[in-house]
Each structure stands twice: as C-alpha cells, then as structure tokens.
C-alpha cells in the first residue's frame, strides 16, 4: 500500500533552516506529481509547494516563494522541502502527499511537526 513517511520536523530559529524529507514507497513515485502541505493551528490546509513528476515544473505559495525548494529523488523515491528564513507562521504540520494542488490531493503522510520560536 502506499506509504509516505515525512521527517526533518523540529524547533527552528526565525531565520533559521531546516530540511524536510518524505520517503515513499508502495507506488511508481516517479510517475506521480508531488506536494507539501501544511497546517497550523486553527487555520486550514494549505498548499505549501508541488513538483512534476520529472522535476520540470514547480509550485510556490506566495508565503514561501523564494524562500523554500521542493526536489525530488526518484532514484531514492523521496521528496525533499528545503526551508529557509524560517519565520515564526511557518509553525505548522507539514504534509507531503500525492498529487498537484488541492483537488488532486491522493494520498498523505502523518505529518511532521515544524516550530519556528526564538
């Protein structure tokens, strides 16, 4: 069955990095567009980032354009998210799932958890 496993989560610094991971298995990942997704506290999903399947086109959110890079592995069948200038509303669970964009969304991970405080 499909399985995403997200990991790299963890407390930050504003301003600071981190590097977020989703290894997949149990699907052709190099045949499937790719997303990262987030969710903070009393606020709704949002649609953080999205790659082609071959890595030919990408999707920013506004939020974090220019400031975060979605790459993919497809020899290593893993999806990475790096995070840059990390500010404290970047404080949610992010997601990696399936698909491009909201009514494209497949399958999700459980989640790991992002927390930017000084």
């Known amino acids: 069955q499909v399985q995403l496993v997200e990991s790299g989560g963890g407390l930050a610094q504003p301003g600071g990095s981190l590097r977020l991971s989703c290894a997949a298995s149990g699907f052709t990942f190099s045949s499937y567009a790719m997303s990262w997704a987030r969710q903070a506290p009393g606020k709704g999903l949002e649609w953080v980032s999205g790659i082609y399947s071959d890595g030919s086109d990408t999707y920013y959110a506004d939020s974090v354009k220019g400031r975060f890079t979605i790459s993919r592995d497809n020899a290593k069948n893993t999806l990475y998210l790096q995070m840059n200038s990390l500010k404290p509303e970047d404080t949610a669970l992010y997601y990696c799932?399936?698909?491009?964009?909201?009514?494209?969304?497949?399958?999700w991970g459980q989640g790991t958890q992002v927390t930017v405080s000084s």
């Open positions: 799932a399936t698909g491009w964009g909201y009514a494209d969304f497949g399958s």
